[in-house]
């Protein structure tokens, strides 16, 4: 069956750090990939998708390629913020338009 | 507009209860979704209802049960509880069925406890 594999947290950076959380996926065909963000007492947000190949998502900052070759689809941010601390899921849906495939999450903390 | 609204937001319960959680969509969505959400085993999908139907059924006993009323509204309903289901109970609209691209919109879940 499909399956989401994210690097495990917490990760820990400094206010302005680069970062980036793994992400990786086994699929049929081509699914649709989603970031999805969890803050503190909160349910989960959208946060970026992408729905095919070389499609790059983006918000807030954050980006994430689709890339079919690795089954890859990392997410990055230039200059993290410590609001930015919350928990962060991959997820994909697969090509029959089914339930969402969630990673384990990754917490991050950014500190000030 | 209002967002998914779940309740109630805490819940304290004992082995061998049951329970009923609810959740109201967005307005105008058709499709609810239920996730369980656990520090070891993560959020995995219960259940989809879309018109009043199942559409989509996780991997999870027959203790775990669902429904969808006319107005779009959705419960789920878990008998004879085990420590094992405390966990958040997480509830998701959307416009229509989930599928590919589409956005859901999650509330801010019900945390059951079992003791």
């Known amino acids: 069956g499909d399956s989401v594999t994210q690097m495990e947290g917490p990760v820990t950076l400094s206010e302005e750090a680069f970062l980036t959380i793994n992400c990786t996926y086994t699929?049929?065909?081509?699914?649709?990939l989603f970031w999805y963000v969890q803050y503190p007492g909160e349910g989960l947000q959208l946060l970026l998708k992408?729905?095919?190949?070389?499609d790059k998502g983006s918000n807030k900052g954050f980006e994430a390629t689709y890339r079919k070759e690795t089954t890859s689809f990392h997410l990055e941010k230039g200059s993290v913020q410590v609001s930015d601390s919350a928990v962060y899921f991959c997820?994909?849906?697969?090509?029959?338009?089914?339930?969402?495939?969630f990673g384990g999450g990754t917490r991050l903390m950014v500190k000030p | 507009k209002a967002g998914v609204t779940q309740t109630p937001r805490y819940l304290i319960k004992t082995r061998g209860q049951q329970v009923t959680l609810s959740c109201s969509p967005i307005s105008g969505h058709r499709s609810v979704s239920w996730y369980q959400q656990t520090p070891g085993q993560g959020l995995q999908f219960l259940f989809e209802?879309?018109?009043?139907?199942?559409?989509n059924k996780g991997n999870f006993p027959g203790r775990f049960s669902g429904r969808q009323f006319s107005n779009s509204r959705s419960e789920m309903n878990v008998s004879t509880l085990e420590l094992g289901d405390s966990a958040l109970y997480l509830c998701a609209s959307s416009l229509s069925a989930s599928g590919r691209g589409e956005k859901l919109f999650f509330g801010s879940g019900t945390q059951l406890s079992v003791l």
């Open positions: 209802y879309f018109s009043e139907t199942q559409r």
């Open positions: 997820a994909l849906v697969d090509n029959a338009g089914n339930m969402l495939t």
């Open positions: 699929a049929t065909g081509y699914p649709s």
């Open positions: 992408a729905t095919k190949a070389d």
